[in-house]
């Protein structure tokens, strides 16, 4: 018989392969994967802001937050994913969610360029806002005058809509594709023929996303999502007019496929502080540690050695659902309007003093007139009397 | 088996019970604040009296399993602190070498066959396995 020891280890890998297992068959929400600035992961429940001494980003408080800001924002609206709805449009909520959670970064740049003045607030280090940027020192638009006029608070908002949604589309869709395809594969390894077209969820999934800091997005939105994904379009056509076992069978394969997930192909790898976004476990648990060095293994006999240090997780992260956070002239208006109209004040058509109510006033003041002239006629009979 | 074979046990028994788990817990030769706590749970759980200066002197390894040797004659007993044992190397996801060398070595002197040792372990295992699997669905 093998030695006792031997037959335990033996044991206690297969344990962990199976616990592994366990761990990546339970993504019952997608995972994001960013090779860039931060990623995160919601099966296990972490956000991951990556720093680095040789990167040119996150050198500032403001580019850190920003990044924080939209990871943080894939959290708040990974609630959606749990909608039951068809193979492309899973994959276009999925570009939606990317586009919402830029948008939400945007507007935090945008708020500490109220609270300072300072143009360079709305700088990136790619460059994503700078059509908002450019819009704004060109005087296309202006978030000061936003928050008291309306005219000029939708034409903000629809930049930052359409702006942000053309951006991500040039910029970043063509490297997302992977991802999405990915995240496709787990959504119907997840429910597999439950995975129906439902447009009502689909609507409510964007209309959630893209509702931030008060202000519903979607409703300035000029063009729809496209999905570009072949897999979306044949998992589709799959689960519309597939049979039942085809549909089975596919889920099977995907469940497979996504419990063990691929290693992260990273073009770019300096040697990196801050959190590590890895699939590798053992990796993973390197990081309980405040600060080290792990060793990432990357396959063909490569590996990379990785400092990290984490992120004080008291940082505070700007509350974007906060309805308050865009400050809006409507909701003045409304306020001043109802000051207005509670003063007697108000004279537009929907107040007591406008519209028909004008045409009330005006009676009034004519009947007045009647009785004033009436009372001035009967002193005047008096009189003669 | 009942889970409470520890009122099962006369007070030596008990002793070289105790005596091993906390030496399979020194056994990396330091010990941090989690299994100084899992020792004093341990004492309190085993209800020994006087066991300070047990602990105190638990001996070498060759002592201790001779000790075992000579206390444990029971055969169900020494299945049970097999599986004690076990347990202990698996409170966390740390199950290393010199653990399973010493527990090879108790099921030796003991007498265990190492098949039993490995159902004993997959027993175990399985369970951790089901208790994380609960813990994902329920999202606890």
Redesign the interface.
């Known amino acids: 018989?093998t030695?006792?020891?031997e037959?335990?280890?033996k044991?206690?890998k297969?344990?962990s392969d199976?616990?592994k297992e366990?761990?990546y068959l339970?993504i019952y929400t997608p995972d994001y994967v960013s090779s860039a600035k931060g990623s995160y992961l919601d099966f296990a429940d972490q956000i991951k802001i990556f720093t680095s001494d040789l990167a040119n980003y996150h050198q500032t408080d403001l580019d850190l937050t920003s990044t924080l800001v939209h990871e943080n924002g894939h959290d708040e609206v990974a609630h959606v994913y749990h909608l039951g709805m068809g193979p492309k449009e899973l994959y276009k909520v999925a570009q939606c969610d990317e586009i919402s959670q830029n948008i939400r970064s945007l507007l935090y740049q945008r708020n500490e360029y109220l609270r300072t003045g300072d143009i360079k607030t709305l700088d990136s280090v790619d460059g994503r806002f700078s059509f908002y940027k450019e819009a704004v020192e060109k005087g296309e638009i202006s978030p000061i005058l936003s928050s008291q006029d309306k005219e000029s608070f939708d034409k903000e908002m629809s930049l930052i809509m359409n702006g942000t949604m053309d951006m991500w589309n040039k910029k970043f869709n063509p490297y997302y594709k992977t991802q999405l395809d990915l995240l496709t594969k787990e959504y119907i390894a997840r429910v597999g023929e439950k995975a129906q077209p439902n447009p009502k969820n689909y609507n409510k999934a964007i209309n959630e996303m893209l509702t931030i800091g008060g202000v519903n997005f979607n409703k300035y939105r000029q063009q729809d999502f496209t999905c570009d994904s072949e897999l979306a379009k044949d998992l589709t056509e799959l689960i519309e007019t597939g049979e039942k076992e085809d549909i089975a069978y596919v889920q099977k394969e995907f469940k497979k496929e996504v419990s063990t997930i691929p290693t992260e192909k990273v073009k770019w790898r300096d040697r990196r502080k801050g959190y590590v976004s890895k699939y590798d476990t053992s990796a993973r648990?390197e990081l309980k540690a405040s600060s080290g060095t792990i060793v990432e293994d990357l396959g063909n006999g490569k590996s990379y050695e990785i400092d990290y240090t984490q992120t004080p997780e008291t940082k505070e992260i700007p509350d974007l659902s906060d309805d308050e956070f865009i400050k809006q002239p409507t909701k003045e208006s409304k306020l001043a309007e109802r000051l207005q109209e509670l003063r007697g004040l108000k004279s537009g058509e929907k107040s007591i003093g406008g519209g028909a109510a004008s045409l009330l006033n005006k009676n009034r003041f004519i009947a007045n007139d009647i009785q004033m002239q009436k009372a001035i006629n009967d002193k005047i009979k008096y009189a003669r009397c | 088996m009942s889970d409470n074979f520890i009122d099962s046990l006369s007070s030596e028994e008990k002793a070289v019970f105790l005596k091993s788990l906390i030496f399979m817990i020194k056994i990396d030769g330091k010990i941090d604040d989690a299994e100084r706590q899992m020792a004093h749970d341990l004492v309190s759980i085993y209800k020994l009296e006087n066991c300070g200066d047990i602990l105190k002197n638990i001996g070498s390894k060759e002592e201790l399993l001779s000790e075992i040797l000579r206390t444990v004659k029971d055969r169900k007993k020494a299945i049970l602190l097999i599986r004690e044992l076990l347990i202990i190397a698996h409170i966390d996801e740390d199950f290393d070498e010199k653990e399973m060398q010493f527990i090879k070595e108790v099921a030796q002197k003991l007498n265990i066959d190492d098949r039993l040792v490995l159902e004993l372990n997959q027993l175990i295992l399985d369970y951790k396995l089901w208790q994380f699997k609960m813990e994902k669905i329920l999202e606890a």
Do not use: G, R
């Open positions: 018989m030695d006792l020891v037959e335990l280890k044991q206690q297969l344990y199976k616990k366990i761990e339970n648990e």
